[in-house]
């Protein structure tokens, strides 16, 4: 009992294709539930009355998937998602068992090199993580830390084995490839409250020294050290072994401290979203890693990625109280509103994500009511009570739940989770990359560990614009007018308005 027998059932693993078209019959291996769509090239036919000769049918069928909705880029053991069951797991580990019991970079280290650290192992990787954290500090210099200009870590300047040779054992790329692993995550968390405090006019704080990663015997702390560098507010605050005005050294709320490093581990990794296909698609051209990280920030703040906690936020806000609730919902079945926060591309039932943010939101409200403000009922927050009664709702409605529109994780994450403690708005997407950085690097380094090599991603496309055309003199030319099928006219500053009229050479006489 319980052991797998030694004689597997036998069946033949692979698709038998008939192309209607020409009646031949192809055989296309599966391995792993999954089909190469290469082996399509070789189903070729003549063109038919219907086709175009940009449709090239002699040169083999393409695989056409708008927006990779079926389509499998890589091979990957970093994470799995099943959306049908509401199932996510980082390196096989459940995000339930990861929440409760890890650390931001305990995880970090997992999603990298496949396995939990040790003591020694996580003690190193931390130390490695927060010295480069520490360098990043150096505001006049804090560009200059960025790995384009190391050549060490430039494949411009070292050539483009600089990273691959590590899928050959190549111990000194491996190293290499660690120390820009150390550098991107240690400068994530600096970079960020730079950017914050910079957009206040306070001064930046260096992170501190003498608050370790684990203190106490707790958990490595990095969201500690986050909010360290976003709130201290004086210079004596800004060492922990002095005192503030307060006569304490100044320490960020443990409870606040464990919500944020606990969303940074359920955000450290999504498999292949938006942004970490796009970190990819750059990096399969071999550029250094932080250019492909540069790209994956430009795509996650992208409104359908990142960007789309603003919007749960505005829809709470225009809901003003649990009483508008059911009102609001009603609109929604009518198509009056837009529901935010709710379905998921991928999961179907609901994000286990949100479950776990829930309880945290839950721990961050009775900080607020019983250390600021001592009763419920004083709590300035009618934001968290609107999305407890929209969420309750939602998920007794059948319209909503035949649909499966459950609350995802942008609905807890930022409706509550980052709202509550006072984030702006705006700052969300910056949250939201600090984590993301991690899995960004475990995908980065297991392409570049690939036993296969590296491959430039370079997608077909399915051309449907005019046959060839032959070229008409701009004088001969009939103009195609109408929205979208010509250039625009935009508005100019007042600037732009002054220099035209020097630059047109028109004279305007003044009418005073």
């Known amino acids: ?159 483009q084995a600089l990273y691959t040779n590590g899928a050959k054992g190549d111990v000194a790329a491996l190293r290499n490839m660690d120390k820009q692993i150390y550098r991107l995550i240690g400068k994530a968390t600096t970079l960020a409250a730079m950017a914050y405090r910079v957009r206040q006019g306070r001064e930046f704080v260096v992170p501190p020294t003498g608050m370790s990663y684990a203190e106490s015997g707790q958990w490595a702390d990095t969201a500690c050290r986050f909010l360290f560098q976003l709130d201290h507010s004086s210079h004596s605050d800004a060492f922990p072994t002095t005192s503030t005005s307060c006569g304490v050294a100044y320490k960020p709320h443990p409870v606040l401290a464990r919500a944020l490093d606990i969303l940074f581990i359920l955000h450290a990794d999504h498999e292949m979203n938006a942004s970490s296909t796009t970190v990819l698609q750059t990096g399969s051209s071999l550029p250094d890693p932080y250019s492909a990280i540069a790209a994956g920030c430009a795509s996650l703040y992208g409104p359908l990625h990142g960007g789309a906690n603003e919007a749960v936020i505005r829809m709470l806000v225009s809901i003003e109280s649990p009483e508008n609730v059911p009102e609001f919902l009603a609109a929604v079945k009518r198509r009056e509103k837009v529901l935010s926060g709710f379905g998921h591309r991928v999961y179907k039932t609901s994000d286990p994500r949100s479950f776990i943010i829930r309880k945290v939101a839950d721990e961050v409200f009775a900080v607020y009511v019983l250390e600021l403000f001592h009763s419920a009922a004083r709590v300035p927050i009618p934001l968290l009570k609107t999305a407890m009664a929209l969420h309750d709702a939602a998920l007794k409605d059948d319209y909503f739940v035949s649909r499966k529109l459950a609350p995802n994780v942008d609905f807890w994450r930022c409706g509550v989770s980052l709202r509550m403690p006072g984030f702006p708005m705006d700052f969300f997407p910056v949250l939201f990359v600090v984590p993301r950085v991690v899995g960004w690097l475990a995908h980065w380094r297991q392409m570049m560990l690939s036993p296969e090599g590296v491959k430039i991603w370079r997608p077909r496309q399915i051309y449907v614009g005019p046959p060839e055309r032959t070229y008409v003199p701009v004088e001969e030319r009939q103009a195609v007018e109408g929205t979208g099928k010509e250039a625009s006219v935009v508005a100019h500053s007042g600037i732009t308005k002054r220099r035209r009229l020097v630059e047109e050479g028109n004279v305007v006489k003044s009418r005073l």
């Open 1 to 159: 009992m319980g052991q797998e027998s030694p004689f597997k059932s036998t069946r033949d693993e692979s698709l038998t294709v008939i192309d209607n078209r020409t009646g031949k019959q192809y055989k296309v291996p599966i391995a792993h539930n999954a089909i190469p769509a290469t082996s399509f090239k070789s189903i070729r036919a003549p063109s038919g009355p219907n086709d175009r000769p940009e449709d090239e049918s002699e040169r083999g069928l393409r695989v056409s998937d708008r927006g990779f909705l079926n389509t499998a880029v890589v091979q990957s053991s970093i994470t799995y998602i099943d959306g049908d069951n509401g199932i996510l797991r980082y390196r096989g580990y459940p995000i339930e068992q990861l929440a409760s019991q890890s650390s931001f970079l305990d995880c970090a280290y997992l999603l990298i090199y496949g396995s939990l650290p040790t003591h020694v192992q996580l003690s190193n990787f931390e130390r490695e993580v927060l010295t480069h954290g520490v360098n990043a500090c150096r505001r006049r210099s804090a560009f200059a830390y960025l790995g384009s200009y190391y050549s060490e870590a430039n494949p411009s300047l070292q050539g």
